[in-house]
């Protein structure tokens, strides 16, 4: 049992993993500045876990006031560092929003552990740092490509931060790097989920919002890939699989587990599946039609991408347990709750 900081704790995978690990009997310090996020999803988590996390509304980006928290709750044992920025399209519009919030508040961070005697930090990466790799499932050895956008920049980016930072102060710091696949889906009790901003860019919520009828129809963007049907395949992971990793990634640094002071795991399935897999299946397992066309690619997107989990498995005893039926199902149970409880609109 320890004290654990997660940054971002009130977003959608943060909120998730601030549950696993107090599910797991560790103590969790959330820092979040709300940007997208909402403090109602204190009371999500409260309910599921019965206990109400520490809460402070703080920008990773402001180093005297990330200084002051660790002043105020001290013996952290680790860090999760979920905040930051994620949607593509606004990085390439905005760059510098994108760099300065997500690599300064990884500065902060790895500036402040030793002055605060915090060995651990797991890092929020990205599959997005492989692009197109050449050969599928991809490994963790699998060369990283240029990135397509800041946003996929800033992960590669934090990585070598990270990898630099350890490489001068080995006896300081160790970090592990998890690189996400596609997370969707949504906690079963249906009491935390995905939340976004408006229009959703990612593509579970624009099905869920389609299906509930907030959305005319859903754009699928491209069948002209080299893919069974067309469509392009990712790696959909179960939100709350991938948030189970964080608590035996963290487990596994205080237990002095590691193998070197840097490790990367791929947080995957294994399995691929393309966008009209995914709105068939959700067809399929709620009963409720999902209006799309077929649109132009979108700019920036790979064509397959899947992961080959075998090294999280065996290192980090960890796997991808739940079916995407259910992980399906977790999302629609989700939207309706939004919808009865009026935030839609
Ligand atoms: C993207 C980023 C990834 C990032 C993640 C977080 C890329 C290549 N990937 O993942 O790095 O971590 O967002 O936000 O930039 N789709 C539709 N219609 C829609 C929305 C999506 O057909 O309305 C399709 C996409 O073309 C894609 C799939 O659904 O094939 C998944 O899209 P999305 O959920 O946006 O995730 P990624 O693009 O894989």
Same mark, same amino acid.
């Given at each position: 049992?320890?004290?654990?900081?997660?940054?971002?704790?009130?977003?959608?995978?943060?909120?998730?993993?601030?549950?696993?690990?107090?599910?797991?009997?560790?103590?969790?310090?959330?820092?979040?500045? &709300? =940007?997208?996020?909402?403090?109602?999803?204190?009371? /999500?988590? @409260?309910? *599921?876990?019965?206990?109400?996390? %520490?809460?402070? !509304?703080?920008?990773?980006?402001?180093?005297?006031?990330?200084?002051?928290?660790?002043?105020?709750?001290?013996?952290?044992?680790?860090?999760?560092?979920?905040?930051?920025?994620?949607?593509?399209?606004?990085?390439?519009?905005?760059?510098?929003?994108?760099?300065?919030?997500?690599?300064?508040?990884?500065?902060?961070?790895?500036?402040?552990?030793?002055?605060?005697?915090?060995?651990?930090?797991?890092?929020?990466?990205?599959?997005?740092?492989?692009?197109?790799?050449?050969?599928?499932?991809?490994?963790?050895?699998?060369?990283?490509?240029?990135? &397509? =956008?800041?946003?996929?920049?800033?992960?590669?980016? /934090?990585? @070598?931060? *990270?990898?630099?930072?350890?490489? %001068?102060?080995? !006896?300081?710091?160790?970090?592990?790097?998890?690189?996400?696949?596609?997370?969707?889906?949504?906690?079963?009790?249906?009491?935390?989920?995905?939340?976004?901003?408006?229009?959703?860019?990612?593509?579970?919520?624009?099905?869920?919002?389609?299906?509930?009828?907030?959305?005319?129809?859903?754009?699928?963007?491209?069948?002209?890939?080299?893919?069974?049907?067309?469509?392009?395949?990712?790696?959909?992971?179960?939100?709350?699989?991938?948030?189970?990793?964080?608590?035996?990634?963290?487990?596994?640094?205080?237990?002095?587990?590691?193998?070197?002071?840097?490790?990367?795991?791929?947080?995957?399935?294994?399995? /691929?599946?393309?966008?009209?897999?995914?709105?068939?299946?959700?067809?399929?397992?709620?009963?409720?039609?999902?209006?799309?066309?077929?649109?132009?690619?979108?700019?920036?997107?790979?064509?397959?991408?899947?992961?080959?989990?075998?090294?999280?498995?065996?290192?980090?005893?960890?796997?991808?347990?739940?079916?995407?039926?259910?992980?399906?199902?977790?999302?629609?149970?989700?939207?309706?709750?939004?919808?009865?409880?009026?935030?839609?609109?």
């Amino acid at each position: 049992m320890a004290k654990i900081l997660v940054t971002g704790g009130t977003g959608y995978i943060g909120s998730h993993t601030v549950v696993e690990l107090q599910n797991s009997g560790h103590e969790v310090v959330i820092i979040d500045n &709300l =940007s997208n996020s909402n403090i109602e999803v204190l009371n /999500g988590i @409260e309910k *599921i876990s019965g206990i109400r996390p %520490a809460f402070e !509304n703080i920008d990773c980006v402001d180093y005297v006031s990330m200084d002051k928290m660790f002043e105020k709750h001290q013996n952290i044992k680790a860090i999760i560092h979920f905040a930051a920025s994620k949607a593509v399209g606004e990085s390439v519009q905005k760059p510098l929003a994108y760099y300065r919030n997500n690599l300064v508040s990884l500065i902060n961070l790895l500036q402040l552990m030793p002055i605060h005697h915090i060995e651990n930090i797991v890092f929020s990466s990205s599959c997005t740092v492989y692009g197109q790799p050449d050969q599928l499932p991809v490994t963790e050895n699998a060369p990283i490509k240029p990135a &397509l =956008s800041p946003y996929g920049n800033t992960k590669q980016i /934090g990585e @070598e931060i *990270i990898r630099d930072t350890i490489h %001068a102060n080995p !006896n300081h710091y160790q970090s592990i790097i998890l690189r996400y696949f596609n997370p969707i889906g949504a906690h079963p009790t249906a009491e935390i989920g995905e939340l976004p901003n408006g229009i959703p860019n990612n593509l579970l919520p624009f099905v869920t919002q389609t299906a509930i009828g907030l959305r005319k129809q859903l754009q699928v963007f491209g069948n002209n890939y080299n893919t069974p049907d067309g469509s392009a395949v990712r790696d959909y992971i179960h939100v709350v699989d991938l948030a189970k990793a964080h608590v035996l990634a963290v487990e596994r640094m205080l237990m002095n587990k590691t193998k070197n002071t840097v490790e990367i795991f791929n947080l995957g399935t294994g399995r /691929g599946l393309s966008v009209l897999e995914i709105i068939n299946t959700f067809e399929k397992v709620t009963g409720v039609k999902v209006p799309y066309r077929i649109v132009d690619r979108r700019e920036g997107d790979i064509e397959k991408v899947w992961a080959e989990p075998g090294y999280a498995n065996s290192e980090l005893g960890w796997v991808a347990h739940e079916t995407v039926e259910e992980t399906l199902r977790s999302a629609w149970a989700w939207e309706l709750k939004l919808a009865e409880k009026g935030k839609h609109e």
